[in-house]
């Protein structure tokens, strides 16, 4: 029986970084596997959850606009926005800061999850919205997301919806994991230098 992760259109495990060129990520596959990665919400199962994927996939098109409008500048996500700063514009940019702090909360919500296998995912995605987003939303949105954070699925039920096994199941969660958290962390860095500002 096939996993969520063997029916996703792209994993981060397969978004190609560029050790070389100071771990620029190819946008294409980040874009692709942020798309795979918001329909985890569904997996979720609440409509709580729907304003969380509607805005990373706002925030994904952004960047995809971007992308098309100028695509020789934008092979990976660092020349994308170091290219469109240039031009005095940061919509893509600012759709990437936004996307990562909900890539960033995702990861920690899960790793949090994983590590303490007695914790309830309420407990751990309140805990990492927290940590990322929440400081960064008015007070018209944190109810909004409160909301999804307290209507997530018992623990158990969540990860039987990922796979009927759950050898495999913990295994491949936990290559995607890997691979998602050193991929915002590397965004993250880059999005601290002085050449991500806008």
Known sequence: MPTFFDTIKKSFV???VDAANGNAIKTSDFLEASESLTTLFDVLGSAAFKPVKSDMNGNIKKIRD????KPAESDNLQD????EIKEKKHTA??????????????????????????QELAESFRAAYGNTLKPHHS???????????????YRKD?????????????QQLEAWLAALERIVSIIKQFQETKEAKW
Do not use: C, H
Not at 66 to 69: D, G, K, S, T
Not at 80 to 83: A, Y
Not at 140 to 149: E, G, L, Q, T, Y
């Open 14 to 16: 397969d978004v190609p």
């Open 66 to 69: 971007r992308q098309n409008e």
């Open 80 to 83: 994308l926005v170091r290219n």
């Open 93 to 118: 940019s600012e759709g990437l800061l936004w996307l990562t702090r909900g890539l960033d909360f995702t990861a920690q919500a899960i790793r949090t999850n994983v590590s303490n296998p007695s």
């Open 139 to 153: 007070f018209v949105v944190k109810p909004i997301f409160s909301a999804a954070m307290s209507a997530t699925p």
């Open 158 to 170: 969540f990860y039987a919806k990922l796979g009927d096994d759950q050898a495999q199941v913990a």
